[in-house]
């Protein structure tokens, strides 16, 4: 009894955040937000205060869904999250309401996708390249962060530079022609069907209805795993 009271103590206090933080940021690799490359010709608005409003935004997330004794699927599904004024502007959504508090972040219902982290700009943003979205990246955070299947890394004679941009092309159908290689299908096959289901969020986590002059086609389908076996279109089936 004494062990569980300090144990609530302490879950209780500012420091179990800061723990709690630490980790979401290592699960999801979101600690290396400040530091991936993006193309400030194409990306000007991504700011340095920009990613910093995104790594508060999903700390403010999973605080809240943790305090509120929330579980995985709150964190998958959830349709609400907390952002800054000029956070939900680079959005593109409208900003919260109620009290703001000391940093100016506030709750913001219904922000047009029941996808919980998996939308947040801080893993979007991460999980892109310098110049566009990446289907690889994303697919391969959902293969290995959330269903627990570590993917071996590609042999070191692989040429694993990213398909070259066409502007005639989207970027689903230039890795349908990169993962059709027999050599390169045993890996991308578990990880790019998953990832174009996010190809409506750009490199920098925005939602967008065009790649380019092309259409998005965000279904996507996990294979080769025990239960999780599946398609759907866009992040909030795959959330589901």
């Known amino acids: 009894e004494t062990l569980q009271a300090h144990a609530a103590r302490l879950l209780a206090s500012a420091d179990s955040d800061r723990t709690l933080h630490r980790f979401v940021d290592e699960w999801l690799?979101?600690?290396?937000?400040?530091?991936?490359?993006?193309?400030?010709?194409?990306?000007?608005?991504?700011?340095?205060?920009?990613?910093?409003?995104?790594?508060?935004?999903?700390?403010?997330?999973?605080?809240?869904?943790?305090?509120?004794?929330?579980?995985l699927s709150d964190l998958l599904t959830a349709p609400y999250s907390f952002m800054s004024d000029p956070l939900a502007q680079y959005y593109s959504v409208p900003g919260g309401s109620g009290e703001a508090d000391a940093a100016g972040f506030k709750r913001v219902d219904a922000v047009g996708s029941a996808a919980g982290l998996l939308v947040h700009g801080?893993?979007?943003?991460?999980?892109?390249?310098?110049?566009?979205?990446?289907?690889?990246?994303?697919?391969?955070l959902v293969r290995e962060r959330l269903l627990c299947?570590?993917?071996?890394?590609?042999?070191?004679?692989?040429?694993?530079?990213?398909?070259?941009?066409?502007?005639?092309?989207?970027?689903?159908?230039?890795?349908?022609?990169?993962s059709a290689d027999p050599v390169c299908a045993?890996?991308?096959?578990?990880?790019?069907?998953?990832?174009?289901?996010?190809?409506h969020y750009d490199g920098v986590g925005r939602f967008r209805t065009m790649d380019g002059l092309n259409d998005i086609d965000a279904s996507g389908e996990i294979l080769l795993t025990a239960q999780t076996n599946g398609t759907y279109d866009g992040v909030d089936e795959l959330a589901q």
């Open 29 to 71: 690799h979101i600690d290396r937000l400040q530091t991936v490359p993006r193309d400030l010709l194409l990306f000007p608005e991504l700011s340095p205060e920009i990613r910093e409003a995104m790594l508060g935004e999903t700390h403010r997330f999973v605080t809240s869904v943790y305090h509120g004794g929330g579980t």
């Open 149 to 178: 299947q570590e993917m071996p890394p590609p042999p070191p004679s692989l040429n694993i530079s990213p398909p070259p941009v066409d502007p005639n092309l989207s970027t689903r159908d230039r890795y349908l022609a990169h």
């Open 122 to 140: 801080s893993v979007l943003t991460t999980h892109a390249l310098p110049t566009s979205s990446s289907p690889i990246h994303r697919g391969k």
């Open 186 to 199: 045993g890996c991308h096959s578990r990880i790019d069907p998953i990832g174009f289901g996010f190809e």
